[in-house]
């Protein structure tokens, strides 16, 4: 039944736009932090605080961000694994922000999880195929043909052996064991899946044997995901849209080519900068990283306005006072800066940079802000040219991130 | 001996015989065997590398291919109390003209943390919760050095400044939870480095934590090479970093070394197949989106059975290649292929240059 809706969705293009598949809107969590005898609240971890996206049928949403950053609990509050502090969450046009367990339960069929860790992720008193069937028995599910053989059809899907049925979690390498963890989540036919760092754990052969699978049985499921990841090459593979987070917020929501070829928000440049990238030629254009100085602060009290201007080189007195909102600056990009990389300055008139943005900028090379400011003018000059033209050329300005093709 | 003298490397003597090193660190034919209830596991078994002072040498390998088995083995520290028993090492392991395979326990405990210092991956758990920071490196310190607490402790303040901790005299009280996840590993280094060794181990210095406060790490790790002139090995699963920070790279697999060299010859004319998977699994930001990636297939092998003949050949794609099925019968021995380049496959030279040039490199 299901089904029949997953290949609709990926097929149908036309839907895509207005209608997609997981809608959340200022979604907020807040762990409550207790102190004393009495248990009263004296502060909250601000997890997640504020985010807007949406997940379109068939495409694969990354999520990256640093430890800390608010992506896992991003990825429990859309399953639900999570109670919402505030905001909405919609699936398929349900709300779910409030569901209760049972209330879920029909949804559970329809959004699945991987998970990062796949030792701790699977009993190891249960069999492969009492794992992988618990949820038809969960659900009350008789599959065509019967469980076992369904089970065992799944285990082939993952490119394991159908008589691995019998054997315990233990017996299975770490990446046979991811497989058996993505066996487990496609059971019911989701719709969506989230997977929470599901390579992370592996080697790097194996990793690339993960992706590819969870490549294939996209294509042949029809699945849309949300990927969680650290690994901005890995991200970059798998995903369509990318959403950058930072310290409980969404600064930058992107399609692929366009975050990675010229992103605007300056926390996303650095996180990108900070790749190594596995070519010693580019050593000597090491001049192109962008250090930030110290660590992301503490979410129990983060930092006013811009949440990144602590830390970041362009920093002004508006950063501090003003939250940027998260707009759509290029036609598919959305960024939260007042002063973002590759575009026209969001708030011109507030040119005197902050004392901590000078000691920032002495980590940044000056090749990197000259050409930085370049570009912004550039883009800058450009909107107005076209303002007057409104001619529909949009080339965007920076070739600066290009990659090789070598 | 004036060719020895010229490398600078070999000072004391040798204590048994044998050919004199020479290099700094010179590891010969290293094997070290664990016996379990469930059979021999030859974590390392043969391996062979030379390193110099002020260079780095990069070890890459999957989990359980034995680099840090390699490290530790370096370090002395699998023969610590009773840890002893259950290990068989032989081979040797040369470092500035001493040998530490056969040395004492109290000969190596000498040179350990003076001569040769490491940094683990974890530094929560490499550092001891009860005593602060400061307490820590000053131990280190004051092991090595006849020297009283407080100009120990000055010592600490100092490294904890050149590492780059904000307000080192304050914090040289916290305890390692008061840190961030960098800023522990940055007062790891600062241990590591309190007595100038000369040969600094690096475990996966970076895995645990994200990439922008890595780049901080790594810039640091170099920074301090240079200052400090040690000869830096730095073990990983991540070939951008050995991109960014080694001179030379050593690809480890199954226990032994199938592929060593400069490090552009191995990313741009690597020869051995393990290699090329290596990198054909790497998603890579530099580059053109590519559609697929080409993983390896299969699983690393059990160190209990190691394959027989090539210990890649059950994964590789060329196995079939050489005739005769000599990479199931016959190991492939290290051979130059090239200045300093070396590699252990039953390939002839030909085909493997071809098949680098025609099938690997145009969809890498």
Redesign the interface.
Known sequence: MSETDTRAGTTAVTDDDDKPLLKVEGLVKHFPIKKGLLQRQVGAVKAVDGIDFEVRRGETLGVVG??GCGKSTMGRLITRLLEPSGGKIEFDGTDITHLGTGGMRPLRRDVQMIFQDPYGSLNPRHTIGTIVSAPFRLQGVEPEGGVKQEVQRLLELVGLSPEHYNRYPHEF????RQRIGIARALALKPRMVVADEPVSAL???????V??LM?DLQDELGLTYVIIA?D???V??VSDRIAVMYLGKIVELAD??SL?ASPMHPYTK??????????????AA?SE?I??R???PSPIAPPSGCRFHTRCWKATQICKSTEPPLIELRPGQRVACHHPENFEDQAPQDTVLLSAAKEAAALVADEVLAESAQTSAAVAAEASAKEAEDSASKEPGDTSKE???K | MTELTKTGAAVGEPSSGGEVPRAFLDVRDLKVHFPTDDGLVKSVDGLSFQLEKGQTLGIVGESGSGKSVTSLAIMGLHRLGNRGKNVRMSGEIWLDGKELVSASPDEVRRLRGHDMAMIFQDPLSAMHPYYTVGNQIVEAYRVHHDVDKKTARRRAVELLDRVGIPEPDKRVNSYPHEFSGGMRQRAMIAMALVNNPELLIADEPTTALDVTVQAQILDLIRDLQKEFGSAVIIITHDLGVVAEIADDILVMYGGRCVERGPVDTIFYEPQHPYTWGLLGSMPRIDREQTDRLIPVKGQPPSLINVPSGCAFNPRCPYADVPKGGITRTERPELREVGGRHFTACHLPQEDRTRIWNEEIAPKL
């Open positions: 640093e430890s390498s770490g990446g046979q080697d790097v052969s194996i990793q690339a044997q992706v590819n490549d650290h901005l090459s890995v970059r593979h692929r080519d990675y650095a996180l990108l900068s900070a790749v190594p990238i596995p070519d010693p030629r580019r050593r090491k990283r250090l930030l110290g660590d992301v990659p090789g093709d």
